[in-house]
C-alpha cells in the first residue's frame, strides 16, 4: 500500500511564525502535492512538484513556499504564519501518467493564533 | 476560473436505496474525471476514476460521464451506513501539467 505521512497531525502557532509541513511518500511517486481544505470551499492547491528541485504553483500559492530536495520528500513552508492559514493542509502523491490518482496523507490540521 | 461545482447536501438516502452524486464541471477540454471519498475527520480516497464518455461500474459503485453536457455522477447502489461519508468529485483541467480541481463536495447520510 502507498504511505504518505505527514509529520504531525495537529499544530498550533502563532501569527508570524514561520511554519514547516513535512510530507513524505514511500511509493517512488514522481508527483506530489500540497493542498488545504477549508469547509465550503473543498480542497485548494497551494503547490505541486513533478519532480526533485522542481515546483509550480497551485491556485493559491501566496504566502507558502515549497521545498523537494529529495524525491521522497515535500515540504510546505509558510513563511509568516497568518490566521487565515488556520486550515486542514493535505499532501498528496501520484505517478505520472496515471491520471492523477492522488494518494493523500492523514492530513495536518494548523491552527494560527 | 476553471469551476467543479456540486450539491453540498446533505444527502440523505435509507439503507438499500441508490444514492446518486452528481458534479458539473466547466473547463470544455478537461479529459479525466475522478471521485473520492472522504469520511469525517479522515482524508480522502479514491474511488472511482472515468475518462470516457458512459458508464464505469466497479462493484456497488458507477460512474457516469457526459463530456457534452459536462456532467459527470457517482452512482452507490445498494447504499449501507459505511457509505456514510462526503464525496468529491475531481476534474483534471485542460492545458495545465497535473493540476486536479476538486468540488466542495457532497455529504451522503444513508440511514438505517
Known amino acids: 500500500d502507498v504511505k504518505v505521512t505527514q509529520s504531525s497531525r495537529y499544530l498550533v502557532k502563532r501569527t508570524g511564525e514561520k511554519v514547516f509541513l513535512e510530507c513524505v511518500q514511500d511509493?517512488?511517486?514522481?508527483?506530489m502535492f500540497w493542498y488545504r481544505q477549508d469547509p465550503g470551499l473543498g480542497l485548494r492547491l497551494i503547490y505541486f512538484s513533478y519532480d526533485v528541485k522542481m515546483k509550480e504553483k497551485g491556485d493559491i500559492p501566496e504566502g507558502y513556499s515549497v521545498s523537494r530536495e529529495k524525491k521522497e520528500r515535500f515540504s510546505l513552508i509558510l513563511e509568516s504564519a497568518s490566521t487565515n492559514q488556520t486550515s486542514m493542509y493535505l499532501c498528496?502523491?501520484?505517478?505520472?501518467?496515471?491520471?492523477?490518482?492522488?494518494?493523500f496523507g492523514s492530513g495536518t490540521q494548523l491552527s494560527v493564533l | 476560473q476553471k469551476e467543479v461545482e456540486q450539491n453540498s447536501g446533505p444527502l440523505s438516502v435509507p439503507e438499500g436505496a441508490i444514492a446518486s452524486l452528481n458534479c458539473t464541471y466547466s473547463?470544455?477540454?478537461?479529459?479525466?474525471f475522478f471521485w473520492y471519498r472522504q469520511y469525517s475527520g479522515k482524508s480522502p480516497e479514491l474511488i472511482m476514476f472515468?475518462?470516457?464518455?458512459g458508464d464505469k461500474e466497479d462493484g456497488r459503485f458507477t460512474a457516469q460521464l457526459n463530456k457534452a453536457s459536462q456532467y459527470v455522477s457517482l452512482l452507490i447502489r445498494d447504499s449501507q451506513p459505511s457509505d456514510s461519508a462526503t464525496y468529491l468529485c475531481a476534474v483534471k483541467i485542460s492545458g495545465g501539467y497535473n493540476k486536479l480541481i476538486f468540488g466542495a463536495g457532497t455529504r451522503l447520510a444513508v440511514h438505517p
Open positions: 473547463d470544455r477540454g478537461s479529459q479525466s
Open positions: 472515468i475518462y470516457s464518455n
Open positions: 511509493m517512488d511517486h514522481e508527483n
Open positions: 498528496a502523491s501520484s505517478f505520472p501518467g496515471e491520471g492523477l490518482k492522488l494518494f
